[in-house]
T-cell receptor
């Protein structure tokens, strides 16, 4: 069965500092990985997906199949980045579209 | 675009009663809707996958007779918590995958806070 692990429940950094939110996964098939963000009192929304290889709000994430990781990084954190971040794995086949979420990391960026 | 709404946003009920939660895709048609449960400061746990016009697929450990899901149209799915008990108190979130467009995008509703007394 697939599994997503976010080892850090809480992460605090100061504004302007680099930030890395860790995500590791286990899945026997070809993984599709996502990062979702949930700002205070807002709904969950997609931040980025590994297929797109895009940078959103300064965040990037590279899929490392050797290390089975999909860490989220930003070189200079901003206060508005404070939120809950979820790493998610999408499965295919008969369970197409199902997302398995990690436990989430609460990021706090201090001024 | 791609807005998903949930109603009600918050509900309090007595133990033993049933509660219905609606999930609507407001500006798109959704072939598939997903229902999640989220405990405070914890992850989202997928409960079931709902496909329009067919029976929902439940995840292991989720009681289908307790959590009734109906996906009657391409824009509406409902979750009914039957004979609710205090342990059913939780935050229920739905998401919808559009019929057309980006294949791997899911759009999430704002969630429904259920409190069972």
């Amino acid at each position: 069965a697939q599994r997503v692990t976010q080892p850090e429940k809480l992460l605090s950094v100061f504004k302007g500092a680099p930030v890395e939110l860790k995500c590791n996964y286990s899945y026997s098939g070809s993984p599709e990985l996502f990062w979702y963000v949930q700002y205070s009192r807002q709904r969950l929304q997609l931040l980025l997906r590994h297929i797109s290889r895009e940078s959103i709000k300064g965040f990037t994430a590279d899929l490392n199949k050797g290390e089975t990781s999909f860490h989220l990084k930003k070189p200079f954190a901003q206060e508005e980045d404070s939120a809950m971040y979820y790493c998610a794995l999408r499965t295919g086949g008969t369970s197409y579209g199902k997302l398995t979420f990690g436990q989430g990391t609460i990021l706090t960026v201090h001024p | 675009g791609a807005v998903v709404s949930q109603h009600p946003s918050r509900v309090i009920c007595k133990s033993g009663t049933s509660v219905k939660i609606e999930c609507r895709s407001l500006d798109f048609q959704a072939t598939t809707m997903f229902w999640y449960r989220q405990f405070p400061k914890q992850s989202l746990m997928l409960m079931a996958t709902s496909n329009e016009g067919s029976k929902a697929t439940y995840e292991q450990g989720v009681e289908k007779d307790k959590f009734l899901i109906n996906h009657a149209s391409l824009t509406l799915s409902t979750l009914t918590v039957t004979s609710a008990h205090p342990e059913d108190s939780s935050f229920y979130i739905c998401s919808a995958r559009p019929l057309a467009g980006v294949r791997d995008e899911q759009f999430f509703g704002p969630g429904t806070r259920l409190t069972v007394l």
